[in-house]
T-cell receptor, first 114, second 115 residues
């Protein structure tokens, strides 16, 4: 059982370049989300999705785009990379519901924008 | 809006000593609370969670946490620290509005275990 898989693990971008961070889960989870982790700030929600075709913004959505065409995949697109987007990105998934379902995290993607 | 405050960004304990990591939350609805651990260059692993029922929650690796509504706290404890416990720990509260499962995290506590 692979769980939540993120690619790439490491990436260096130049300012202004675009790229896509891939996320896939094999647990048939309805809910998927992206967080970024910055020193001293914990993790902050970028975008989330409660099912295929449905996405919404989190706390820090600017500069990022998402889509959810399948249950399994939830890619995060950086439209025009900026140094402020240097961070560690985590994809997460869980079942929907009202009982505090466990959220499972990927291993992270380390992104540096120069 | 929900929020989480973790007191102490760095905590240092001796091996064998009690571990106490503090977490206070703010929530307008009954909270679902989580503790996650992150080892260097890895993702987050769930230690334990409180949803409903018993307020003392036991997790993996000998950790436990007690939900205290009157104090809006969810402190993490372990009776005897081990070197392998050195990691960063995050407290989080869940927002289930709209069917989502959005977590609001604290800023984390780095635990150092010394011989």
């Amino acid at each position: 059982n692979a769980g939540v898989t993120q690619t790439p693990k490491f990436q260096v971008l130049k300012t202004g370049q675009s790229m896509t961070l891939q996320c896939a889960q094999d647990m048939n989870h309805e809910y998927m989300s992206w967080y970024r982790q910055d020193p001293g700030m914990g993790l902050r929600l970028i975008h989330y999705s409660v099912g295929a075709g449905i996405t919404d913004q989190g706390e820090v959505p600017n500069g990022y785009n998402v889509s959810r065409s399948t249950t399994e995949d939830f890619p995060l697109r950086l439209l025009s990379a900026a140094p402020s987007q240097t961070s560690v990105y985590f994809c997460a998934s869980s079942h929907r519901g009202t009982t505090g379902n466990t959220i499972y995290f990927g291993e992270g993607s380390w992104l540096t924008v120069v | 809006a929900q929020s989480v405050t973790q007191l102490g960004s760095h905590v240092s304990v001796s091996e064998g000593a009690l571990v106490l990591l503090r977490c206070n939350y703010s929530s307008s609805v009954p909270p679902y609370l989580f503790w996650y651990v992150q080892y260097p260059n890895q993702g987050l692993q769930l230690l334990l969670k409180y949803t409903t029922g018993a307020t003392l929650v036991k997790g993996i690796n000998g950790f436990e946490a007690e939900f205290k509504k009157s104090e809006t706290s969810f402190h993490l404890t372990k009776p005897s620290a081990h070197m392998s416990d050195a990691a960063e720990y995050f407290c989080a509260v869940s927002d289930l509005t709209g069917g989502g499962n959005k977590l609001t995290f604290g800023t984390g506590t780095q635990l150092k275990v010394e011989l």
